[in-house]
């Protein structure tokens, strides 16, 4: 007894008439589509959406090691084994993006032969992820850069507070102090202020920085901070809910523990006092 294909399959024939209905299809309706040609055997193509692709290759992160050196900054890719130096981060990373490029084209013109060695197989994840990039901009994104250890115990100086606020899309805003907020992806908030008094090259306290790290811009760990201060994604420190594709078919998810009931929000002390920024938990 033939088992019935749980993706829906198109012949190549098929296919090939009906081409721009089944790109509608897979691409605005997110539906994934195998195709089949019989030539000697069962081919079969598989076609993805974006967005499904991304969540398949989501959680190969690329991790770049960063390598101060007596010249300027040196930046390693340690999965792909690649590297670029530069006068500063900036100029390093533009170095970087052009090796990874070339590295990307290279090992998917070679892919038949890189499946066949264990070593560069499991690359594919990392790759692909790096190869759907759009542009420049999204591939030095994707490629986060980690600090050498040395770094996480430093403190950072109240400019660069304020960077990092403006390159991972702070909300700014002005009243007695600069503040900056942003909402996160499970409906709460981050959020930190500046005082005017502060000069924006004196160094964030020793009992100040903490908190504002953990507790206000609610990072996973302090070197998130340094990975965000260039515009590399960060993780905060919020639980990892998965969306559902069909809400409306699932119960009523519970707020998350801790969270104020009936999507009420309660108010969250900020460094040296003043305003504080309002954290909400939305229900659904």
Known sequence: MTATPMMDEIQFSQ?????????????????????????GGSEV??????????????????????LPNEEGIGLWVNDLDIGADGADVDEARRNLVRAVRSYVANFLGE????????????????????????NDDELARLLSIRPPPNMLGRRPTWAQVRRFCEKQAFRPSTTDHDFYDKR????????????????????????????????????????????????????YDIPRIAEPSQPSRLP???????????????????????????QCMVQP
């Open 252 to 278: 009523r998810t519970p707020p998350a523990r801790g969270s104020p009931p009936n999507g009420r929000c309660h108010r969250r002390d900020l460094a040296g006092g003043g305003t504080a920024a309002p």
């Open 184 to 235: 996160l992806p499970d409906g709460s908030t981050a959020g930190t202020k500046i005082s005017f008094n502060r000069a924006e090259t004196e160094t964030v306290s020793p009992p100040l920085w903490p908190r504002i790290w953990k507790r206000q811009l609610r990072l996973r760990s302090e070197d998130d901070f340094w990975r965000g201060l260039d515009g590399a994604p960060v993780e």
């Open 45 to 66: 193509m598989y076609l993805l959406p974006r967005e499904v692709l991304d969540a398949v290759i989501g959680a190969a992160r690329v991790t770049v090691d960063y």
């Open 15 to 39: 296919a090939k008439s009906r081409l721009s209905e089944i790109m509608d299809d897979v691409v605005h309706r997110e539906h994934p589509k195998a195709v089949r040609r019989e030539r």
């Open 111 to 134: 892919l038949p032969i890189y499946l066949t060695w264990p070593d560069r197989a499991r690359l594919v994840p990392q790759v692909l992820r790096l190869a759907v990039a759009r």
